[in-house]
């Protein structure tokens, strides 16, 4: 468990060092995309380095179209790798595997790629260092290998379109629980105006 900003200033610190990064999360947010994509940026700037960010969208409308396109911004299909898991199991990891020459730091736990997630929540996470040879003989870099084939390139018709549905599916929402509110308080009015015509509201009910 890492307190206040400490966890994300382990990341930022693998990310400043190793020369391939992934990460995997089940959903993502803009405020979140904001705390980290600087350091990711000077990652992909760097000559000889690459990130792999996989993504979901298994948790209905949870990774959000504004995230997805500020780290589209930085996908360049070299250093920068930005991938929708497609496969056909719950995507749900919340993961980063930095890799240095023979070593690497696995780090996963309970944080999502949001602003609580990374910097104020309280939440639990397992940090691993050891060799690259333990991760593979343990199945980890198999495990990542399958992740990316049943993974897709995101494009930009992609994201116009999961941005489109989104619109279209919180419109709908939102309509939806409007409905209820006016509905139930209609009711609730209904209700009141019986007990009052009953005489089961007066001055001199008793109180328990």
């Known amino acids: 468990m890492f307190p206040g900003k400490k966890f994300y200033s382990i990341i930022k610190d693998n990310l400043k060092k190793a020369t391939e990064i992934y990460i995997l999360m089940a959903l993502i947010n803009k405020k979140g995309i904001d705390v980290i994509y600087e350091d990711l940026k000077k990652v992909k700037e760097k000559k000889g380095r690459k990130i792999y960010f996989i993504f979901g969208i298994n948790i209905h409308n949870a990774s959000l179209p504004d995230a997805i396109q500020k780290l ?7 250093n920068f790798n930005l991938l929708l898991y497609n496969g056909d199991k719950f995507f749900h990891p919340k993961m980063f595997l930095f890799k240095y020459k023979n070593t690497g730091t696995l780090i996963l736990g309970s944080s999502n790629l ?49 941005r489109e549905n989104y619109e279209r599916d919180k419109n709908l929402e939102s309509n939806y629980f409007n409905k209820k509110s006016r509905a139930i308080k209609k009711n609730d009015e209904e209700i009141n105006n019986r007990f009052k015509k009953e005489g089961k509201f007066n001055k001199g009910a008793k109180s328990f």
């Open 72 to 78: 589209f911004e930085l996908h360049d299909g070299n």
């Open 114 to 162: 949001t602003q609580e997630g990374l910097t104020s929540n309280v939440e639990v996470n397992c940090i691993i260092n050891d060799k690259l040879q333990k991760f593979s003989n343990d199945g980890l870099l198999r495990f990542i290998d399958e992740i990316k084939e049943d993974s897709d390139v995101i494009t930009k018709r992609w994201i116009d379109d999961y």
